[in-house]
């Protein structure tokens, strides 16, 4: 059973209350339990709540893997239950960017409003109802702007950006049941200019290079990696600037020289918001994983094996990059 930690002394199985972490958002209809303050946001997601690389819960042996969300509710909620159905094993989410995290807007007379219908405030909710935590590697279209200052002010920690939800820092290690990863979220936006910090540069690659290979690279921007839907999505003629595909191209390299670098045997990635994988005949993997509306948005990565299955949802519609 999940079980996050309140204080790093202790545990809890039921969803957060008020007085556990000194909630005092107020959505557009009603109160949220999204926020949180003080010693809670020290919580690593740990099965104690105390600081370590070592992120495995008891007994676990599978985790979840998503793409892009995009605030899409309608076709993120059902994933989630159906997960909870098929998989009740399983509460971790590793989340590869673009959830559309971002920070509540602030209302002159007191409380706050979130964005794309209350996505976040109602994703929390589910988290808490089906004992899922949610480890973010931060896409383009997350809130740089919040996160940048957070993680660099911090960058041996997650961020805890609510009760069940964590951001991982640019070049975050972890470990989940003896497998080793390695998060590097960011990537461009290849629609249009957005901030500066979206994007990984190369002293970022240096910095995560260094402590040598990972069996799991987590990426929101891919790699070039061979797949085909990524590159003819990236070769596109006229959907997306010269610039903006000439800035995407050097972000792939980055991505490109950390996996020549920390040498993965499975490389995961979001962005282009369409699914494929490549091998490259040495042993490593390359998954993308598609944008909400496509079935296989949500998948299962067995940790023992390092085996990508597909989970089992229905088929809908796209959105952009």
Not at 113 to 139: D, I, K, M, S
Request: some cysteine; glycine content about 10%.
């Amino acid at each position: 059973m999940l079980r996050i930690a309140r204080l790093p002394q202790e545990g809890i199985k039921r969803a957060p209350t008020d007085e556990d972490l000194g909630v005092v958002e107020r959505g557009k209809n009603e109160r949220e339990r999204l926020s949180v303050r003080g010693n809670a946001r020290l919580v690593w997601p740990t099965a104690s709540g105390r600081p370590g690389a070592n992120l495995t819960l008891e007994g676990e042996t599978k985790v979840a893997v998503a793409g892009d969300w995009e605030s899409l509710g309608e076709h993120v909620y059902g994933k989630l239950r159906l997960l909870r159905r098929l998989h009740p094993e399983v509460h971790t989410v590793l989340h590869l960017g673009d959830l559309r995290w971002e920070q509540p807007v602030r209302l002159a007379g007191g409380g706050r409003v979130y964005a794309h219908e209350g996505f976040l405030p109602r994703l929390e909710e589910l988290l808490a109802e089906l004992e899922l935590r949610l480890l973010l590697t931060p896409g383009n279209h997350d809130d740089w702007s919040a996160l940048g200052p957070a993680f660099a002010a911090h960058p041996e920690r997650p961020r805890r950006l609510s009760p069940h939800i964590w951001a991982f820092p640019r070049g975050f290690r972890f470990s989940l049941a003896g497998r080793t990863f390695l998060s590097f979220g960011g990537a461009v936006s290849v629609d249009a200019d957005r901030s500066l910090a979206e994007a990984p540069t190369d002293a970022d690659v240096d910095r995560a290079a260094r402590a040598g290979s990972v069996d799991v690279l987590l990426t929101h921007e891919p790699p070039n990696a061979g797949v085909r839907e990524v590159e003819y999505i990236v070769a596109k003629p006229g959907r997306w600037s010269e610039r903006r595909l000439t800035l995407s191209a050097a972000s792939r390299r980055r991505i490109d020289r950390l996996v020549a670098a920390v040498q993965p045997a499975l490389a995961l990635h979001g962005h282009m918001h369409v699914g494929g994988r490549a091998d490259d005949g040495n042993g490593r993997q390359t998954i993308a994983l598609p944008v909400a509306t496509e079935p296989d948005n949500l998948r299962l990565l067995d940790l023992p094996s390092l085996t990508v299955t597909d989970l089992g949802c229905s088929p809908a519609t796209g959105v952009g990059l």
